[in-house]
């Protein structure tokens, strides 16, 4: 039998809760260490603080921590979750599944083998794979296999760059768990619409047994514009031609998205990524010519247009003019009543929280939803778009809408609740947690009902197993 069209099954996120340890960097204190003026901490990457792990803490309990908010917050039990996925690129494992390690996790709450049903994978494309395992698990409920279950997908990481580097600027640990049904009560994904880019790039990666990745840090910055800028080209198609979207005159597909959220190295990659997109869609429209006149020069080209990534960044005197036209561009009423409209909201966490790799478009969209409400806006039927950027390198762009029991969900997030009361580090308690200096039993604060490492074995035969506890 065919499934009409009106038939086909909903799918999106029904709720979301995040895991944030409690230690963190302040970025002024840690430019000063660096010798970097914290202005550009501050201002340029748009860091204000960046949460660290503590010694007995992996991005497996992480992911679990995480889980378990969003289950016991929901009153679920294992029965009621069909799949649970983890995407990270902090694996622990060449073979073992990160998921597996938050069942076991899971099952010391909820009893040995209550998982057992359960299925899933881990999921790798740096910071793009939490999307793809949305995208699975979406389709693995439209297809109508879920049998009432939900699907669990989690995404944790730890971003941690090399002491001194520039990167080290650009930190952060945490996990968003989404449950994914259904009956959404958050945000029901638009169909047909989902939108990828690849292409073999070696613009931050992390070979095997190396705790942090090799970056070429501009590269990876101009790298994901593009990448995101293909996707949104794949996207405006499909949108299109399905239907979903109808362009009037002089209208772009931005037009009709009412938030973005970006992947959020740093909280200003955002606006640098919000500023490119609309650069491109409006350059074809009236108002691009209006919006000249009033910047006052005209839009740089580079002296190769069609040259390689490596060919543009070389281009001085283009890179100079259009970081001088970028400026100009950002601070127009225009392009600010995007970002603030748009954007901002989704910067919030961010700041206070630093990179969570797989985990930042995330935590980027619960904040844009929970700053949003708190503004009083009424966001049901608003569509939501990401843009997704995974290194290596992938895009991803897809979007969805809000639903009309959204504010179920939405009236109780209070990210600063949420964080609790946080510690923050010294630059000296910090060095030694970066260099492991600190044993697994010497952790900085004690846990509180939250799972946390105890042991990683290495005798030869049980090498790598590590043993986690529920400390209550
Ligand atoms: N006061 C105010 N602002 C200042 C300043 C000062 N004193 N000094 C510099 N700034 C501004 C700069 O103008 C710049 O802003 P614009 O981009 O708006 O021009 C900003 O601060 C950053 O300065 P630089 O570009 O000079 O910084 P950098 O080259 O030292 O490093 C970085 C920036 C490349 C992002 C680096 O932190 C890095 O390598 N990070 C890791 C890689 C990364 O995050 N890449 C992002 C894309 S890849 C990705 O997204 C995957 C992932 O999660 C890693």
Not at 55 to 61: G, I, L, R, S, Y
Not at 92 to 112: F, H, R, T
Not at 284 to 293: A, F, V, Y
């Amino acid at each position: 039998m065919r499934i009409r069209e009106g038939m086909r099954m909903a799918a999106g996120i029904d709720d979301i809760a995040i895991y944030i340890p409690k230690l963190f960097v302040d970025a002024s204190d840690f430019a000063v260490a660096r010798g970097v003026d914290p202005a550009k901490m501050q201002s340029g990457l748009g860091v204000s603080q960046m949460a660290i792990v503590d010694t007995n803490q992996d991005p497996a309990c992480l992911a679990a921590n995480a889980c378990l908010k969003v289950m016991q917050k929901n009153k679920l039990s294992p029965d009621d979750i069909g799949r649970l996925y983890v995407a990270t690129e902090s694996s622990l494992d060449e073979s073992k599944a990160m998921n597996s390690y938050v069942i076991g996790m899971l099952e010391q709450v909820y009893g040995e083998g209550s998982f057992e049903h359960c299925g899933g994978i881990e999921c790798k494309f740096a910071c793009v794979s939490g999307s793809y395992a949305l995208y699975d698990n979406a389709n693995w409920i439209r297809a109508g296999e879920a049998e009432n279950k939900s699907a669990l997908v989690v995404v944790s990481d730890i971003a941690k760059y090399d002491l001194g580097s520039s990167g080290e600027l650009t930190q952060g640990a945490g996990a968003v768990a989404m449950l994914l049904n259904d009956k959404p009560r958050l945000l029901a994904f638009d169909p047909k619409v989902t939108s990828t880019s690849i292409k073999n790039e070696y613009d931050f990666y992390r070979p095997f047994g190396k705790e942090t990745p090799i970056v070429h840090g501009q590269y990876s910055n101009l790298l994901y514009l593009i990448q995101v800028r293909n996707a949104l080209e794949a996207y405006k198609r499909k949108a299109l031609s399905t239907g979903l979207i109808k362009l009037k005159e002089g209208e772009t597909v931005l037009d009709h998205i009412d938030y973005l959220n970006m992947h959020l190295p740093y909280s200003n990659m955002g606006k640098k990524a919000l500023a490119y997109l609309v650069r491109h869609e409006w350059r074809t429209t009236p108002r691009w010519k209006k919006l000249i006149e009033k910047i006052g020069i005209e839009e740089p080209r580079p002296k190769d247009p069609r040259g390689t990534i490596e060919s543009i960044l070389a281009d001085a005197d283009y890179m100079t003019k259009d970081h001088e036209f970028t400026k100009l561009f950002t601070k127009t009423k225009e392009f600010q009543d995007v970002y603030e409209t748009k954007l901002a909201s989704s910067l919030i966490a961010s700041k206070m929280i630093g990179n969570l790799y797989t985990a930042s478009l995330y935590l980027g969209f619960r904040s844009s939803l929970e700053f949003e409400f708190q503004k009083g806006v009424e966001l049901e039927g608003k569509r939501i778009g990401f843009g997704s950027y995974g290194s290596g390198s992938s895009a991803m762009v897809f979007s969805g809408v809000i639903q009309p029991s959204y504010k179920q969900v939405v009236k109780d997030m209070n990210l600063e609740a949420e964080l609790g009361k946080r510690k923050k580090l010294s630059l000296e308690e910090y060095e030694e947690i970066h260099e492991n200096k600190r044993s697994v039993d010497d952790s900085i604060l004690e846990p509180k009902k939250e799972f946390v490492l105890v042991s990683v074995a290495t005798a030869p035969e049980s090498s790598g197993e590590r043993k986690y506890v529920f400390s209550e």
